[in-house]
């Protein structure tokens, strides 16, 4: 990983650490659950999306953008507790730790992951950015992962398990249950930053056909790699709709090579900085 984005991450995770939700109670758990999937690790890769375009254009902002970067991290993680529940995929690890239904009970998880949802919006109305800035973020995140963005593609995903798809409705899936938050990280850089609404649209375009290739990669993973290798439980979606049960290994890692090479003529009409930097992540991320 290059020194700069990697000095990136690195600062972007020490305000997250220190800005963590808080509740002290005399509940005996709750306070600790609220923490503990940060602390375990992460990739940060949707806060990293939208850093990227705010350092790349405005990076005075930057200590202002990790209010909105860690909302987008703290709605993401809850989507990953709730994800996890007995009534979704009852997983029983994540980020190599157990998952918190698990460590705890339903009831905790369940609760935590409502209460990172409504946390995420807390810190980008908390964030020093102006009202107009901040209101439209909040549109953007609460479009993208509410009614018909995340929520829309869970409840697909899940009505439709052991029912095969097509391409077209699989894609449809997980545009909106992986896809739009990636998309909306990036257009969110680019509405703090000021760009014009085109660039914008352009960005968040870029970070749809990244979230599908996301989910491409995580699905050739799940297929071939280990649970201890992965953090998480592999060869566990057998019944659901995946690009790898649907293609094959070898027809997902086809889609894949062609995502990445639509997702890069698409990062060459963006200005140098940031043209460079996106083709270093996708090259990093997406070997």
Known sequence: MPSQENNLLQEFELFLQSHLPDAPSFHPTYNHALKEMFTAGGKRFRPLMLLQVVDAYEPQLIKNAFWVASGIEMLHTYSLIHDDLPTFDDSELRRGQPTLHV??????????????????????????????????????????CGTDGMVLGQAIDCYFEDKKLTLDEL?????????????????????IVGLELKKQELLYDIGLNIGLLFQVQDDIIDATFTTEVAGKPTNNDNSKNSFTNLLGIEGALIEKAKLKSKIEAQISQLD???????LTDINIYFK
């Open 272 to 278: 140098s900085v940031l043209k460079d930097r996106l």
């Open 171 to 191: 894609t449809f899936l997980h545009i909106h249950k992986t896809a739009k938050l990636i998309a909306a990280s990036m257009k969110m850089g680019a509405i």
């Open 103 to 144: 460590t705890y009970d339903e009831v905790v998880a369940t609760l935590v992951g409502d209460a990172l949802n409504s946390h995420s919006f807390l810190m980008i109305a908390n964030a020093p950015l102006s009202d107009k800035v901040k209101v439209a973020l909040i549109k953007e995140l609460s479009t993208n």
